[in-house]
T-cell receptor
Framework: GAVVSQHPSWVICKSGTSVKIECRSL??????MFWYRQFPKQSLMLMAT?????????EQGVEKDKFLINHASLTLSTLTVTSAHPEDSSFYIC????????????FGPGTRLLVL | LAKTTQPISMDSYEGQEVNITCSHN???????ITWYQQFPSQGPRFIIQ???TKVTNEVASLFIPADRKSSTLSLPRVSLSDTAVYYC?????????????FGSGTRLLVRP
């Protein structure tokens, strides 16, 4: 299957700082990328959908000013957690899909964020 | 999107065949069914996808009856490394993007 990478794999930051997470599709062009959050022992929760060159669509209850998403190219999307707080500590996972609607989503390895 | 229901957990032993059934009573005509596997602290990994009847790949088989209101993921001869959470999802193509809404999944524990 296709390869999706995330960077960093884990990050620890102080409360109030901003953290950027990168998601890259390494061997295909991703017209759509998705960002999920997963708390321990829970399922993945979709945060937002981003299409290349357009604004992200956020799920209900997800603050767009808190979680800034940029999908500047067909291989890169970034999620910036602004003014992070301890409750933002979670496992953030991105996925990428190509042009065909039925195409499989390929997931990145995830980024563990710990806000102190 | 059609809601999916699957067992919260299952136990098995090495070498056995494991069948995980998922119900999706409200599946629509254009929806298709996808299964993912997730290990702790990793992103989900695609297992198999199908629309109807039977699909088989090198990892698993997916059985979908004619009414498509349920599907069964079959893992032949599981090993300890198959211990993971398995998610059944109904996917609805919408224009050029589509969402995956994850349910609670099934935690499979394979014992020696």
């Amino acid at each position: 299957g296709a390869v999706v990478s995330q960077h960093p794999s884990w990050v620890i930051c102080k409360s109030g700082t901003s953290v950027k997470i990168e998601c890259r599709s390494l061997d295909f062009q991703a017209t759509t990328m998705f960002w999920y959050r997963q708390f321990p022992k829970q399922s993945l929760m979709l945060m937002a959908t981003s299409n290349e060159g357009s604004k992200a669509t956020y799920e209900q209850g997800v603050e767009k000013d808190k979680f800034l998403i940029n999908h500047a190219s067909l291989t890169l999307s970034t999620l910036t957690v602004t003014s992070a707080h301890p409750e933002d500590s979670s496992f953030y996972i991105c996925s990428a899909a190509g042009r065909v609607p039925q195409e499989t989503q390929y997931f990145g390895p995830g980024t563990r964020l710990l806000v102190l | 999107l059609a809601k999916t229901t699957q067992p919260i957990s299952m136990d098995s032993y090495e070498g056995q065949e494991v069948n995980i059934t998922c119900s999706h009573n409200n599946i629509a005509t254009n929806d298709y069914i996808t299964w993912y596997q997730q290990f702790p602290s990793q992103g989900p990994r695609f297992i198999i996808q199908g629309y109807k009847t039977k699909v088989t790949n090198e990892v698993a088989s997916l059985f979908i009856p004619a009414d498509r209101k349920s599907s069964t993921l079959s893992l032949p001869r599981v090993s300890l490394s198959d211990t993971a959470v398995y998610y059944c999802l109904v996917v609805r193509p919408m224009d050029s993007s589509y969402k995956l809404i994850f349910g609670s999944g099934t935690r499979l524990l394979v014992r020696p």
